[in-house]
């Protein structure tokens, strides 16, 4: 993605660098209340992203060198829908600088509706031993997602040119620049 293209994704990594700092504020209270690290990665499957994420992983793509470029496309090629990611690789994200917004915040405390109550929850692994967690150091996944949808539609709006986008693209129709 050239320079102005580029830009179409400036809400998006505005909207990472806020969730970046909840993250890191939450790990930074919590240290050793968080299990998640390189080689911990069942909650890494291959999932389906609104199409401004999609688009800020080929563009992540499209700067990395041409030999680890075509990997991995060819490893994105080969993945099959309901499996593990396609940038997972001997337990760590093959673009993790990168990666979106699900897998930032996985593992972290996430308040959410869920049969009509609003609940938290988090990685098994994680937070063990505390009985509750104060209100700063809990995300509120469904406003997340309500912000996440509107960068989307603006993001949308800046590159539709009249097409209709998909809804939702893979990680890998993603890697492969929408393309199969």
Known sequence: MAGEESKKLNNYRALIERV???CRRIGERFP???????GCSDCCRHLSLFPVEGAALAEAVETLPAAEADRIRCRARESAPDGPCPLLEDGACLLYGARPLICRTHGMPLIMMADGERRV???PQNFQGIPSLPGDAVIDLDRLNEILAAVNSLFLGRVADGEQAPRRITIANALLGGKS
Do not use: E, P
């Open 121 to 123: 929850d988090f990685c």
């Open 20 to 22: 970046d700092a909840m």
């Open 32 to 38: 050793d209340r968080i299990a998640c690290r390189k």
